[in-house]
Nanobody
Framework: VQLVEPGGGSVQAGGSLRLSCAVSRATVSNYCMGWFRQAPGKTRERVARIDSDGTTSYADSVKGRFTISEDNDKNVLYLQMNSLKPEDPSDYFC??????????????????WSQGTPVTVLV
């Protein structure tokens, strides 16, 4: 499985940004997919995940602001980020497990990763 993120970006606090993750050599809807972020000096944390039947869950820090979704025709995973806060800047990564429904929180249990893309929030 190959995961590629075209790029992040910079946005004013309170603004919105959408990340995308193109999946190749696999079908995005066949796996548990997750979005993670890692700020300098901090551990990588999962912010959102979606399993093969479309069930989603979010970290408390982003609940109500971020939305994970898939476009099965394009085989792309998205993360819509609204109401961005100064504490949101990080490198953001998409990843998948080899399971349809097992969606662990630990990044060590994910098999394939994108290259990561930086998100900056301007205050």
């Amino acid at each position: 499985v190959q995961l590629v993120e075209p790029g992040g970006g910079s946005v004013q606090a309170g603004g919105s940004l959408r990340l995308s993750c193109a999946v190749s050599r696999a079908t995005v809807s066949n796996y548990c997919m997750g979005w993670f972020r890692q700020a300098p000096g901090k551990t990588r944390e999962r912010v959102a995940r979606i399993d093969s039947d479309g069930t989603t869950s979010y970290a408390d820090s982003v609940k109500g602001r971020f939305t994970i979704s898939e476009d099965n025709d394009k085989n792309v995973l998205y993360l819509q980020m609204n109401s961005l806060k100064p504490e949101d800047p990080s490198d953001y990564f998409c990843a998948n497990t080899q399971s349809k429904a097992y969606c662990p929180a630990s990044p060590g249990l994910y098999n394939s990763w994108s290259q990561g893309t930086p998100v900056t929030v301007l205050v």
